[in-house]
Nanobody, 122 residues
Framework: HVQLVESGGGSVQDGGSLRLSCSAS????????MGWFRQAPGKEREGVAY????????YYVDSVKGRFTVSRDNARALLRLQMSSLKPEDTAMYYC????????????????WGKGTQVTVS
């Protein structure tokens, strides 16, 4: 069955760094757009970064551009998110997701989701 498992979250100070990973199984990882989303308490789920199947094209929400880097290892079915210069407003539960078509910010375009990993910046 389809499974996405995030790891790497934690608590860091303002300006710190974290690297999130997402291990995928149960589907053809190489053919899917992959995305990172986040949701803070009381807020809607927000798309953070997306990466196309071959990894050559990436997209970021404006608030993380220049600070976050998304990458994928198709051979190992791994998705990563390197986060630097973290800010308190980055505090949220972070989810990885597998899309059904083009890489778009709409969460409804993603059919498989992990359970999330918490990132707290103080």
């Amino acid at each position: 069955h389809v499974q996405l498992v995030e790891s790497g979250g934690g608590s860091v100070q303002d300006g710190g760094s974290l690297r999130l990973s997402c291990s995928a199984s149960g589907f053809n990882f190489t053919t899917r757009c992959m995305g990172w989303f986040r949701q803070a308490p009381g807020k809607e789920r927000e798309g953070v970064a997306y990466i196309v199947t071959g990894g050559g094209t990436t997209y970021y929400v404006d608030s993380v551009k220049g600070r976050f880097t998304v990458s994928r290892d198709n051979a190992r079915a791994l998705l990563r998110l390197q986060m630097s210069s973290l800010k308190p407003e980055d505090t949220a539960m972070y989810y990885c997701a597998a899309g059904e078509g083009e890489c778009v910010p709409n969460p409804e375009a993603y059919s498989a989701w992990g359970k999330g990993t918490q990132v707290t910046v103080s």
